[in-house]
Nanobody, 120 residues
Framework: VQLVESGGGLVQPGGSLRLSCAAS????????MSWYRQAPGKERELVAG????????NYADSVKGRFTISRDNAKNTVYLDMNSLKPEDTAVYYC??????????????WGQGTQVTVSS
């Protein structure tokens, strides 16, 4: 199982980035996918999530209206489009895959993370 994030980097405030997470080794289309982030000295927090079919999404209040999560099940890839970036968005961003049924987790996987730095 692999989740490989890419697209991070240094961007100025107000700029945009697109993160990608390429999945392999499991049935991607059966998993809900999420992006989390962790800033230095802070706990990891949920940024955005998307259901297995892409029919439903959810966002942290801090990123609503600026970030968009999407997925392409044909490419086994989930994306996070980040616009109007702020210095407080600086963090390591992690891709997460989860599949569960009532009472049991079928699969729970994390990527290695990609650094996003928002600074002038």
């Amino acid at each position: 199982v692999q989740l490989v994030e890419s697209g991070g980097g240094l961007v100025q405030p107000g700029g945009s980035l697109r993160l990608s997470c390429a999945a392999s080794g499991f049935t991607f289309s059966s998993y809900g996918m999420s992006w989390y982030r962790q800033a230095p000295g802070k706990e990891r927090e949920l940024v955005a999530g998307i259901t297995s079919t892409g029919g439903s999404t959810n966002y942290a209040d801090s990123v609503k209206g600026r970030f968009t999560i999407s997925r392409d099940n044909a490419k086994n890839t989930v994306y996070l489009d980040m616009n109007s970036l702020k210095p407080e968005d600086t963090a390591v961003y992690y891709c997460h895959a989860l599949r569960y049924v009532p009472g049991m987790i079928i699969g729970d996987y994390w990527g290695q993370g990609t650094q996003v730095t928002v600074s002038s």
